[in-house]
């Protein structure tokens, strides 16, 4: 597990974050419905090269969740942007996933935050998206987010592994999990679904442009929840690179293919 021993407060909200390494920054955003726990895998592995920075999204992980809370992504690029701040940072390496994605992409082309590199995978970027589950959610939030707890439990375990090409781990259900349960946790879980909003992508789409750092954008080839497709035309956008398709690996690369996401932040480390 990867230790989170600080808090920045964010616009009002309590942000949770930890750092480990030693070498150029790199800041790692995880996506929905996870937190920075999904680098445990990775993080290790590039210790020696960089120094990692990792924090929970505002309403998600450690973070502080509470009532009538704004976790949308229109809040989330802000609070990268007050991050590096915090940090003290000009162009890190930036390595982003699904929600971590879009927010690193608003926060380029809105915020003017500027990387030396992005590797950027199975990212939420490009209409269409939101699942009939999504919405089903956004329509009935409170019904939701009031079902019996072992209704909530076995719903969360059986969204969890759509997200996985291979069969998760018990021991990564239970890290997934366990941020979304008891009545904060349960009600912050479906706060989250019902504010995913495909305008907050819809309002950079158009911006997207060849970045001017290294971009690497890498798609698994197995993705139920966002199809490989999609990750070929976000290459073709903002890279000068082809999308590169992960085999045996869905939408939650980190723990079906945990190694092709070091090898592509290893790649930037050789020519950035």
């Known amino acids: 597990m990867l230790d989170l021993p600080n808090t920045s407060v964010i616009e009002g909200n309590a942000v949770r974050w930890g750092q480990l390494g030693n070498g150029p920054p790199l800041v790692a955003i995880h996506g929905t419905p996870f937190s920075s726990q999904v680098w445990r895998r990775v993080v290790p ?3 020696d090269l960089y120094t ?5 999204l505002v309403g998600y992980g450690q973070s502080e969740m509470r009532d009538d809370q704004d976790v949308s992504l229109a809040v989330q690029n802000r609070v990268l942007a007050a991050m590096f701040n915090e940090w003290n940072l000009d162009r890190p390496h930036v390595l982003a996933h699904d929600f971590g994605g879009a927010t690193a992409l608003r926060a380029y082309y809105l915020n003017g935050l500027r990387y030396a590199a992005l590797t950027i995978f199975d990212a939420v970027a490009l209409a269409p998206w ?3 589950f999504v919405q089903h959610v956004r329509d ?3 019904a939701f987010s009031g079902m019996p707890e072992y209704m909530h439990q076995a719903l969360l375990r059986a ?5 996985a090409f291979n069969p998760l781990s018990e021991e990564a259900v239970e890290i997934y ?3 979304w349960l008891g009545p904060v946790g349960q009600a912050a879980f479906y706060r989250q679904i019902a504010q995913m909003d495909q305008s907050y992508t819809d309002e950079v789409q158009g911006l997207y442009d060849a970045m001017d750092c290294p971009v690497s954008v890498l798609w698994g080839e197995k993705d139920e929840w966002i199809p490989s497709e999609t990750g070929q035309q976000l290459a073709t956008l903002i890279s000068n690179r082809p999308c590169t ?4 690996s869905g939408h939650l690369v980190q723990e079906d293919r945990p190694e092709a996401i070091v090898a592509a932040i290893l790649k930037h480390s050789t020519i950035t």
């Open 52 to 56: 990692v920075y990792f924090f929970d």
């Open 245 to 248: 398709l992960i085999p045996d």
């Open 140 to 142: 009935h939030e409170a």
């Open 45 to 47: 592995h590039l210790v």
């Open 159 to 163: 969204y969890l592994q759509t997200a």
């Open 130 to 132: 939101g699942s009939p």
């Open 177 to 179: 999990s366990a941020p």
